[in-house]
């Protein structure tokens, strides 16, 4: 394992702007952010202004993100398994699709809170679709080293946008009507969907079939669930989203009751949000520095827990863009922290899937959060919710004893070329399930070794998809040490053989020193059988 610095010193930020695909995907990402938010103000303006009901207000935001919770994982493994080019593509269209019905409704009069929260959800899963196969693209499109810096570049571009595009939504809302807002989102989305079409990255292809969805998804949530560093920093996150969430939720609530004002008003207040971020990305490198990582988030939740006791209590619109730029700030020094440590900790072959169970799981929380918050402020009072979740942002900020943020960067290397082994029958892709035995001569002086040995060996073997790891001593002859696992079919022993990493040659080396014979481990291969008879037998190869 590597250990590397999560926050790059600014100098570096601007290092992927030099990568042309990068460049120009980022830039269109931008400008669908743009319209993204206008879409996002005038949504949650106009469920403010048709619906009595503070839930329907609050799951505005959390119709948005639910989609990222029920979608993302199996996305996650279409985006290992397919294209990620395609899979961003038909995102796009899907977003841009909705986004003209929701114009196209508006127009036709047709203003529902159902309807609207449906289209939000539909829109929602293009962004299932786009986001972890976005993320994943970086580090097909950059080397390793610049994904830090990606990453960061990301969320200042965004929050850049945001410290316009919700003034921006609030003033064309304001002068013009829903319908012209949501159709310069509407408009907005068409960017990103042609610059796809006109460009593509390559991204090296694997010598083995696809896997299947299901299998993926298996082997993709095997591994994050056996990451130490991925399983905290999902944690992490989801309860950060559960409890930092009303900042933004209850905003309308708290503008058109508290503040006593309108759109342009609420469009100030989200674009001090954005303000906050950009200026907490732009001195995130200097933070990073003085401060150790789990005691700068722990931070930045105690800065949301501020913002939303100033909002809880506050009738001054001065005080509430301050008490936004500060929440602003909490919320990108947290949020993109985890995102870089879930990036580096995941190897290329399952970093759409890990992602994707990231965004699924963090996103679950947004939602929770979103009716849960909506709920005491409809059933109490907004006051009374967003103090409860100020009280929740200290704990998350007390989460780190407990819990700590790593920030270990998993290795992209494979181990080498690996050569399959010869065998005497005709074995096909989906043959198995395939049994892996090996065998070592142990000295007893050597036997507390070897026992390390194997412990990081079912570890990476696992972690690549081996099934039913075991270690067996025999009791006729005790040096005899025998290592089993399986994998379902040839096709995975392959597979898993391709995805191990460096160190897991490490590994091997070290128990060659530890084997007391002559000769190498003996490792045999065998496909397990039913006694019941079979279609089509394997065919014995003629002996060379």
Same mark, same amino acid.
């Given at each position: 394992?590597?250990?590397?610095?999560?926050?790059?010193?600014?100098?570096?930020? &601007? @290092?992927?702007?030099?990568?042309?695909?990068?460049?120009?995907?980022?830039?269109?990402?931008?400008?669908?952010?743009?319209?993204?938010? =206008?879409?996002?103000?005038?949504?949650?303006?106009?469920?403010?202004?048709?619906?009595?009901?503070?839930?329907?207000?609050?799951?505005? !935001?959390?119709?948005?993100?639910?989609?990222?919770?029920?979608?993302?994982?199996?996305?996650?493994?279409?985006?290992?398994?397919?294209?990620?080019?395609?899979?961003?593509?038909?995102?796009?269209?899907?977003?841009?699709?909705?986004?003209?019905?929701?114009?196209?409704?508006?127009?036709?009069?047709?203003?529902?809170?159902?309807?609207?929260?449906?289209?939000?959800?539909?829109?929602?899963?293009?962004?299932?679709?786009?986001?972890?196969?976005?993320?994943?693209?970086?580090?097909?499109?950059?080397? *390793?080293?610049?994904?830090?810096?990606?990453?960061?570049?990301?969320?200042?571009?965004?929050?850049?946008?945001? /410290?316009? $595009?919700?003034?921006? $939504?609030?003033?064309?809302?304001?002068?013009?009507?829903?319908?012209?807002?949501?159709? &310069?989102?509407?408009?907005?989305?068409?960017?990103?969907?042609?610059?796809?079409?006109?460009?593509?990255?390559?991204?090296?292809?694997?010598?083995?079939?696809?896997?299947?969805?299901?299998?993926? =998804?298996?082997?993709?949530? +095997?591994?994050?669930?056996?990451?130490?560093?991925?399983?905290?920093?999902?944690?992490?996150?989801?309860?950060?989203?559960?409890?930092?969430?009303?900042?933004?939720?209850? &905003?309308?609530?708290?503008?058109?009751?508290?503040?006593?004002?309108?759109?342009?008003?609420?469009?100030?207040?989200?674009?001090?949000?954005?303000?906050?971020?950009?200026?907490?990305?732009?001195?995130?490198?200097?933070?990073?520095?003085?401060?150790?990582?789990?005691?700068?988030?722990? /931070?930045?939740?105690?800065?949301?827990?501020?913002?939303? &006791?100033?909002?809880?209590?506050?009738? /001054?619109?001065?005080?509430?863009?301050?008490?936004?730029?500060?929440?602003?700030?909490?919320?990108?020094?947290?949020?993109?922290?985890?995102? =870089?440590?879930?990036?580096?900790?995941?190897? *290329?072959?399952?970093?759409? *899937?890990?992602?994707? @169970?990231?965004?699924?799981? /963090?996103?679950?929380?947004?939602?929770?959060?979103?009716?849960?918050?909506?709920?005491?402020?409809?059933?109490?009072?907004?006051?009374?919710?967003?103090?409860?979740?100020?009280?929740?942002?200290?704990?998350?900020?007390?989460?780190?004893?407990?819990?700590?943020?790593?920030?270990?960067?998993?290795?992209?290397?494979?181990?080498?070329?690996?050569?399959?082994?010869?065998?005497?029958?005709?074995?096909?892709?989906?043959?198995?399930?395939?049994?892996?035995?090996?065998?070592?001569?142990?000295?007893?002086?050597?036997?507390?070794?070897?026992?390390?040995?194997?412990?990081?060996?079912?570890?990476?073997?696992?972690?690549? $998809?081996?099934?039913?790891?075991?270690?067996? +001593?025999?009791?006729?002859?005790?040096?005899?040490?025998?290592?089993?696992?399986?994998?379902?079919?040839?096709?995975?022993?392959?597979?898993?053989?391709?995805?191990?990493?460096?160190?897991? +040659?490490?590994?091997?080396?070290?128990?060659? !020193?530890?084997?007391?014979?002559?000769?190498?481990?003996?490792?045999?291969?065998?496909?397990?059988?039913?006694?019941?008879?079979?279609?089509?037998?394997?065919?014995?190869?003629?002996?060379?």
């Amino acid at each position: 394992m590597e250990r590397e610095n999560l926050q790059p010193p600014f100098s570096t930020i &601007l @290092i992927p702007l030099r990568n042309g695909f990068f460049r120009t995907t980022w830039i269109a990402s931008q400008i669908a952010s743009l319209g993204w938010l =206008v879409q996002t103000v005038t949504v949650s303006w106009l469920m403010a202004t048709i619906s009595d009901s503070d839930v329907m207000v609050a799951i505005v !935001q959390g119709t948005s993100t639910l989609p990222a919770f029920v979608l993302s994982i199996p996305a996650g493994a279409i985006v290992d398994s397919f294209s990620r080019h395609r899979v961003m593509l038909a995102g796009r269209c899907l977003v841009a699709l909705t986004s003209f019905a929701l114009v196209i409704a508006v127009a036709c009069g047709f203003i529902n809170p159902w309807l609207i929260l449906g289209l939000t959800f539909v829109g929602g899963c293009g962004f299932a679709l786009i986001g972890p196969a976005w993320n994943a693209s970086i580090g097909d499109i950059l080397q *390793r080293r610049d994904v830090p810096a990606a990453v960061m570049l990301m969320s200042i571009g965004y929050n850049i946008v945001r /410290s316009a $595009g919700p003034a921006l $939504g609030g003033v064309v809302l304001a002068l013009s009507g829903p319908l012209a807002a949501f159709g &310069l989102a509407a408009l907005s989305y068409l960017v990103p969907l042609m610059t796809l079409m006109r460009s593509k990255w390559h991204i090296p292809s694997s010598p083995l079939p696809r896997e299947r969805i299901v299998t993926a =998804v298996y082997d993709g949530v +095997r591994f994050t669930t056996m990451s130490s560093v991925i399983r905290v920093a999902i944690v992490r996150a989801t309860i950060f989203g559960f409890a930092s969430i009303p900042i933004l939720a209850l &905003l309308p609530i708290v503008v058109r009751d508290q503040i006593a004002s309108g759109p342009i008003a609420y469009g100030i207040l989200l674009a001090s949000f954005g303000m906050g971020a950009f200026a907490a990305g732009m001195a995130n490198g200097f933070l990073r520095r003085i401060m150790p990582l789990d005691r700068l988030i722990a /931070s930045a939740s105690a800065l949301c827990a501020a913002c939303c &006791l100033l909002v809880a209590f506050t009738s /001054s619109m001065a005080v509430a863009v301050a008490a936004l730029a500060i929440g602003g700030a909490g919320g990108l020094i947290t949020w993109t922290a985890i995102d =870089v440590c879930v990036q580096l900790a995941s190897p *290329r072959w399952v970093v759409g *899937r890990t992602l994707s @169970i990231y965004y699924a799981v /963090s996103n679950g929380g947004v939602a929770a959060g979103s009716w849960v918050w909506g709920t005491v402020a409809q059933h109490y009072s907004v006051t009374w919710a967003l103090a409860g979740a100020a009280v929740s942002l200290l704990l998350v900020a007390a989460a780190g004893i407990v819990l700590p943020i790593s920030q270990q960067s998993e290795s992209d290397q494979p181990t080498g070329d690996f050569t399959p082994p010869e065998v005497a029958l005709e074995v096909k892709p989906r043959s198995g399930p395939i049994v892996v035995r090996t065998d070592y001569t142990i000295n007893d002086e050597d036997i507390d070794a070897f026992l390390g040995c194997m412990r990081e060996r079912r570890y990476n073997l696992s972690r690549a $998809g081996a099934r039913g790891w075991t270690l067996q +001593r025999n009791l006729q002859s005790p040096s005899l040490w025998t290592e089993t696992f399986r994998t379902p079919t040839w096709t995975d022993f392959l597979r898993l053989n391709h995805r191990l990493p460096v160190a897991d +040659r490490a590994a091997g080396e070290r128990l060659l !020193q530890l084997h007391d014979k002559e000769h190498p481990p003996y490792t045999t291969f065998s496909v397990e059988r039913t006694t019941e008879a079979t279609r089509r037998p394997f065919v014995s190869r003629p002996p060379k």
